[in-house]
């Protein structure tokens, strides 16, 4: 069945330093893939996300590359700020599959 | 538009007890799902729900079940509480299934704790 696999955290990151949270996945068909951001005390919210093959996604200074070669959709920013910390999850949807599909979160802790 | 509304916040409950939680989907949607979520074992699917009719369950035992009424809502209950129940409850409302390429809007949860 289709499943997400994410980076462990906890990721822990200066102000102003690069970030990448790898997320790899296996899917039939072609699905949708997203990144959600769960701040504390706080539901998911979308972040980005990218419907079809070498779409980027972008939000807020973060990306993500879709990379069906590599089944991929890497998170990144160039520079994270203390209000980023939070838990992100990967995750993806495919219709006809009536649900999605979340990986297990890394939460990100940004130092001052 | 007013998201997704989901109540109580937060609750405590006793093991043995019974616990009813709801959730108001974004006004036009249809589709409503639900996940726990743990430190331990991340988000997991409980149930969706579509025109009154549970589409898809996850992996959980009887005790925890849901409905979805007429105009949406949905409510989902676990009887008998164990420890283990402990977690927050996150609902979703998407437009309807079929739609799983879209985003999903969360509530901000139930935080659940069972003494």
């Known amino acids: 069945g289709d499943s997400v696999t994410q980076m462990e955290g906890p990721v822990t990151l200066s102000e102003e330093a690069f970030l990448t949270i790898n997320c790899t996945y296996t899917?039939?068909?072609?699905?949708?893939l997203f990144w959600y951001v769960q701040y504390p005390g706080e539901g998911l919210q979308l972040l980005l996300k990218?419907?079809?093959?070498?779409d980027k996604g972008s939000n807020k200074g973060f990306e993500a590359t879709y990379r069906k070669e590599t089944t991929s959709f890497h998170l990144e920013k160039g520079s994270v700020q203390v209000s980023d910390s939070a838990v992100y999850f990967c995750?993806?949807?495919?219709?006809?599959?009536?649900?999605?599909?979340f990986g297990a979160g890394t939460r990100l802790f940004v130092k001052a | 538009k007013a998201g997704v509304t989901q109540t109580p916040r937060y609750l405590i409950k006793t093991r043995g007890q019974q616990v009813t939680l709801s959730c108001s989907p974004i006004?036009?949607?249809?589709?409503v799902s639900w996940y726990q979520q743990t430190p331990g074992q991340g988000l997991q699917f409980l149930f969706e729900?579509?025109?009154?009719?549970?589409?898809n369950k996850g992996n959980f035992p009887g005790r925890f079940s849901g409905r979805q009424f007429s105009n949406s809502r949905s409510e989902m209950n676990v009887s008998t509480l164990e420890l283990g129940d402990s977690a927050l409850y996150l609902c979703?409302?998407?437009?309807?299934?079929?739609?799983?390429?879209?985003?999903?809007?969360f509530g901000q949860g139930t935080r659940l704790t069972v003494v």
């Open positions: 979703a409302s998407r437009i309807a299934p079929g739609t799983e390429n879209t985003e999903a809007f």
């Open positions: 729900y579509f025109s009154e009719t549970q589409r």
């Open positions: 990218a419907t079809k093959a070498d």
């Open positions: 995750a993806l949807g495919n219709t006809g599959g009536f649900k999605t599909i």
């Open positions: 006004s036009g949607h249809r589709s």
């Open positions: 899917a039939t068909g072609y699905p949708s």
